[in-house]
């Protein structure tokens, strides 16, 4: 009954295929106006968000126009078992009913392009807070996460320059969201370099930002860019490699407060 409920459907185009997935898995409606690939993504897969660079664009802390979707959703046992916690939630009585009669279950449908464009997912167990927005019909998340992800995952988030560049512009008008969400949900290291950012290169000065101070601790391996070749100019305050090429006194790097002395001009 079901298939050919489909395929009456499809034979009065009421309703197409969409390309991008597996056949009979998705399709687009007649008559809707056509969406977004933020707006088909979420549809598609119930349990992702938009983050990263596509975050900050849809928030507008980047003037950066993306040619790739940032999506995050959770590793496959989680999805799994939120979809099972779904799937009983919206049938109830009619689960067995619904297995029984073998019509289609939520499954997670691995797509790479979606209306064009080039998705980059990534499969995360902490997604961290979120908003559903109605219109566009969208999943994002919330700024203060954005910007824990932006010192966490810089490279998914226009690069490390990027990164100082939004802090710079949008940290103090964010900070109690940055504060917050750091505070429940940043590693050390990431504590040590969204304070970096804060104090050294926005001029921020706060309590809390001092308590992450703690965290500092020598290591050649603790860079303000986690992708960056490790540079000699340092933090002392926040013991961390200065390694942005902006923030370095001069191409050879430096000693001591370097990363500080330079942080709120930039270039």
Same mark, same amino acid.
């Given at each position: /009954?079901?298939?050919?409920?489909?395929? $009456?459907?499809?034979?009065?185009?009421?309703?197409?295929?969409?390309? %991008?997935?597996? !056949?009979?898995?998705?399709?687009?409606?007649?008559?809707? !106006?056509?969406?977004?690939? /933020?707006?088909?993504?979420?549809?598609? &897969? +119930?349990?992702?968000?938009?983050?990263?660079?596509?975050?900050?664009?849809?928030?507008?802390?980047?003037? #950066?126009?993306?040619?790739?979707?940032?999506?995050?959703? !959770?590793? &496959?046992? %989680?999805?799994?078992?939120?979809?099972?916690?779904?799937?009983?939630?919206?049938?109830?009585? *009619?689960?067995?009913? *619904?297995?029984?009669?073998?019509? !289609? /279950?939520? $499954?997670?449908?691995?797509?790479?392009?979606?209306?064009?464009? #080039?998705?980059?997912?990534?499969?995360?167990?902490? $997604? @961290?807070?979120?908003? =559903?927005?109605?219109? +566009?019909?969208?999943?994002? =998340?919330?700024?203060?996460?954005?910007?824990?992800? /932006?010192?966490?995952?810089?490279?998914?988030?226009?690069?490390?320059?990027?990164?100082? &560049?939004?802090?710079?512009?949008? @940290?103090?008008?964010?900070?109690?969201?940055?504060? &917050?969400?750091?505070?429940? *949900?940043g590693k050390p290291i990431e504590k040590v370099r969204a304070g970096y950012l804060l104090e050294a290169v926005c001029r921020i000065q706060h309590p809390r930002i001092d308590g992450w101070k703690d965290f500092a601790q020598r290591g050649g391996s603790r860079m303000l860019d986690p992708q960056g070749e490790y540079a000699p100019t340092f933090s002392e305050v926040w013991k961390l490699s200065i390694n942005v090429p902006s923030l370095l006194t001069n191409?050879?790097?430096? %000693?001591?407060?370097?990363?500080?002395?330079?942080?709120?001009?930039?270039?």
């Open positions: /009954m079901y298939k050919a409920i489909v395929d $009456r459907l499809s034979s009065f185009h009421l309703i197409s295929p969409a390309k %991008e997935f597996k !056949p009979g898995a998705v399709f687009q409606l007649f008559g809707r !106006p056509k969406p977004s690939a /933020m707006e088909v993504a979420c549809a598609v &897969d +119930p349990f992702a968000c938009v983050t990263h660079l596509s975050a900050m664009e849809f928030h507008g802390l980047t003037d #950066r126009f993306s040619k790739i979707l940032y999506l995050t959703t !959770p590793p &496959d046992k %989680e999805w799994r078992e939120q979809a099972q916690e779904r799937m009983t939630r919206d049938l109830g009585q *009619h689960l067995a009913v *619904h297995r029984a009669a073998r019509l !289609p /279950m939520l $499954r997670y449908l691995g797509f790479e392009r979606v209306e064009g464009v #080039r998705v980059e997912l990534m499969r995360r167990s902490s $997604r @961290g807070a979120f908003k =559903a927005i109605k219109s +566009p019909s969208i999943r994002v =998340a919330m700024v203060g996460r954005v910007f824990l992800d /932006m010192v966490r995952e810089p490279d998914n988030c226009g690069g490390m320059q990027h990164v100082v &560049d939004a802090y710079r512009e949008y @940290g103090s008008q964010y900070l109690s969201l940055i504060l &917050d969400e750091i505070d429940r *949900h191409g050879r790097g430096g %000693e001591g407060q370097a990363g500080e002395d330079m942080g709120g001009e930039g270039i």
